[in-house]
C-alpha cells in the first residue's frame, strides 16, 4: 500500500538549511501524509525542537505519533518537551529501549508501542523494525508511487544493510535520508558506501546530522542535483 503525498520537514539537525530555524546536535523531522503527520525522532532540546516547529507552522497537537529510531539523547531529548505539549500521540520505539524510559512515556498518558519486527505506522509508513548493531535502531519506510522514501536517525546498524533490508520487505528505495553515521570512516570506506548506494539504484539522497562533510561531499559529487544537502529547514515532497 503506497500513500498519494508525502512531504517530510527537517525540523532539527546540526546542519542549517533555513536561517529561520535554530540548529542543534540531533535530528528530527515531520513525515506528512494524506493520512496524518508523524515526528521521527525529536533531536536533542525540546526547547529547540517546539521552537522550529513553530517557524515551520506546525503545531505539537497535529502530530499523530512519535517513531524513535533509537535511545541516544541527540534523538530522543526534545520527547519530554513535546509531551507536555502533547501526550495525545502513539509513541513508537523499538523494544530494546530501558524500562524506565518506557515507564516515563506512559506517565505523560501516550500511547507506547514497543517494536521487534517490522510494522505499519501509517498507510504507507512502516518500520524496519528494531535492527540488531552497536545501538540498535529502526528507520522508517514510505511508499510512494517512485519507490520507498528510507529516513535514518544514525544508521547505527550500517545505511547499506537498512537499506537492503528495506528494499527486502518493501521493494526499490527511490530516495534515503537522514544520519548516515558516516562521520570519521575513512575516504576508501566512504567510497565504497557510495557505490554500493549506486549499486542498489537509490535514485536520491539527503545526507544530514551524523552523515559527515566528507560523506556529503562525495554524495554530492556522485549524484549532482539528486544530492539534497539536507538540513533544519529542508522540505522534502
Request: with cysteine; proline share 3%.
Amino acid at each position: 500500500m503506497q500513500m498519494s503525498t508525502l512531504k517530510i520537514t527537517i525540523v532539527f539537525d546540526n546542519y542549517s538549511f533555513s536561517p529561520k530555524l535554530k540548529t542543534g546536535f540531533g535530528f528530527a523531522c515531520v513525515v506528512q501524509t494524506g493520512e496524518g503527520r508523524i515526528l521521527f525522532d525529536t533531536g536533542s532540546d525540546g526547547e529547540v525542537l517546539l521552537s522550529n516547529l513553530a517557524n515551520v507552522n506546525l503545531k505539537p497537537q497535529e502530530i499523530d505519533s512519535v517513531v524513535l529510531s533509537h535511545n541516544h539523547w541527540d534523538h530522543t531529548g526534545g520527547l519530554n518537551d513535546f509531551l507536555r505539549e502533547n501526550s495525545d500521540v502513539n509513541v513508537y520505539l523499538p523494544v530494546s529501549f530501558p524500562d524506565d524510559f518506557k515507564t516515563d512515556v506512559k506517565r505523560t498518558g501516550a500511547r507506547l508501542t514497543e517494536v521487534n519486527e517490522s510494522r505499519i505506522i501509517s498507510k504507507g509508513v512502516y518500520s524496519t523494525g528494531e535492527m540488531q548493531g552497536i545501538v540498535n535502531e529502526q528507520s522508517l519506510i514510505c511508499k510512494t508511487e517512485d519507490g520507498s522514501v528510507v529516513i535514518t536517525g544514525c544508521a547505527h546498524p550500517g545505511i547499506t544493510r537498512i537499506l537492503k533490508r528495506a528494499e527486502a520487505l518493501y521493494g526499490h528505495v527511490f530516495l534515503t535520508m537522514g544520519g548516515f553515521h558516516l562521520r570519521g570512516e575513512k575516504l576508501s570506506s566512504l567510497q565504497r558506501i557510495v557505490e554500493t548506494f549506486k549499486e542498489l539504484g537509490i535514485t536520491r539522497v539527503c545526507p544530514s546530522h551524523c552523515s559527515g562533510d566528507n560523506a556529503r561531499s562525495l554524495f554530492k559529487k556522485a549524484y549532482g542535483d539528486n544530492c539534497i544537502m539536507g538540513g533544519v529547514g529542508s522540505i522534502i515532497s
